[in-house]
């Protein structure tokens, strides 16, 4: 079983558009996460989340947004997409909460979405 | 806000000890340093994480300077699977209890049969 999936693998759509990307983990982690990887290979944190907080990161245009229907997922929502979105999306889940734990922590990552917008 | 400093790309021959370094000289006393890999088309995989103590794990081992502005991810017989983007992270929490995760360009290590 795959530990954490995300769906689709790959995503084509035109400027303008909204799309989501769905993931999910099997591994009963109580925190997940979306990361954005642009053609440099840089991997930057977009959110991280738990089903008590939800922390944002201060550079993640608000039409970006996390939606979570239960503790095992993490859906990223994109509104009116543009050409500078095009990456690859990372989904991710670490065990525990709370700073100390989570600085300790395992991060499992999906397999990536790669998003392209023209 | 804290970074890590890496070499862009390393050579190793098969069945050989790899040493990766990463600077980070302006970690913090909370940061936790950690080692992720990449393999190509993949997400990335962790390797191994310390705070102050060096660390072994089955995978490899973590090497941390005594004033914790460097370390060096040791990978003790490098196999061909061993090809990948290390990056070296670190992980901590600012006042306010945000998470703060910084990631480093990456080292693309090569291993030579």
């Known amino acids: 079983d795959t530990a954490v999936s995300q769906t689709p693998k790959y995503l084509v759509t035109q400027m303008g558009n909204d799309k989501s990307i769905k993931c999910e983990q099997n591994?009963?982690?109580?925190?997940m996460y979306w990361y954005k990887q642009d053609s440099k290979k840089f991997l930057k944190i977009m959110f991280s989340?738990?089903?008590?907080?939800l922390i944002i990161n201060e550079t993640v245009p608000n039409r970006f947004s996390p939606k979570s229907p239960d503790k095992a997922h993490l859906n990223l929502h994109i509104n009116s997409l543009e050409l500078g979105d095009s990456a690859v999306y990372f989904c991710?889940?670490?065990?525990?909460w709370g700073a100390g734990s989570r600085a300790g922590d395992e991060q499992f990552f999906g397999p990536g979405t790669r998003l392209t917008v023209l | 806000d804290a970074k890590t400093t890496q070499p862009n790309s390393m050579e190793s021959n098969e069945e050989e000890p790899v040493h990766l370094p990463c600077n980070h000289s302006t970690i913090s006393g909370t940061d936790y340093i950690h080692w992720y890999r990449q393999l190509p088309s993949q997400g990335p995989e962790y390797v191994i994480h310390?705070?102050?103590s060096n660390v072994n794990n089955r995978m490899a081992s973590l090497a941390i300077a005594e004033d914790r502005k460097s370390s060096t991810l040791i990978l003790h017989r490098a196999t061909l699977r061993d090809a990948a983007v290390y990056y070296c992270?670190?992980?901590?929490?600012?006042?306010?209890?945000?998470?703060?995760?910084?990631f480093g360009t990456g080292t693309r290590l090569t291993i030579i049969p």
């Open positions: 591994l009963g982690h109580d925190t």
């Open positions: 310390g705070l102050t």
């Open positions: 989340y738990n089903n008590k907080e």
């Open positions: 991710a889940s670490s065990q525990g």
């Open positions: 992270i670190l992980r901590g929490f600012d006042y306010f209890g945000n998470e703060k995760l910084t």
